[in-house]
């Protein structure tokens, strides 16, 4: 028996603005991959599509920028997606880091997050 591992918004997402203010509509880039719902992203600023954060990169993805409300396979073509970009509290244990990222990593991640109005709190 197959066994699905579902993340609802909602295990996410615990305050919004009205979700026409909170979230919009983006482009995940082709090459991206699998992407979980709840993983931090940044924006490539060449063609502000989004990736998953990569804080060693240097093409805008090292900067956090939205958080991704939804499963969406990108792995060879570009996908349209609902991030969540200002004014909104998330479940901190909710969010999905790049593997390797370290403490310094993530705590300047949160901090771009705030920026945007995206506050992280431990069980929000």
């Known amino acids: 028996m197959r066994t699905l591992n579902l993340t609802l918004v909602s295990d996410i997402v615990k305050y919004e ?24 992203l940044g924006k490539v600023a060449s063609t502000r599509k989004f990736k ?36 909104a509290k998330v479940v901190l244990q909710s969010l999905k880091w790049p593997a390797g990222i370290t403490a310094e990593q993530r705590a300047a991640a949160l901090d771009q997050l705030e920026a945007l109005g995206l506050v992280a709190r431990n069980g929000a």
């Open 17 to 40: 603005a009205d979700s026409s203010y909170s979230r919009d509509e983006d482009t995940l880039a082709s090459g991206s991959g699998v992407v979980l719902s709840g993983t931090v």
């Open 52 to 87: 998953p954060l990569a804080p060693a990169a240097a093409d805008g993805t090292e900067k956090a920028a939205a958080i991704i409300l939804q499963r969406s396979d990108a792995t060879s073509a570009d996908q349209t997606v609902v991030n969540l970009k200002r004014h």
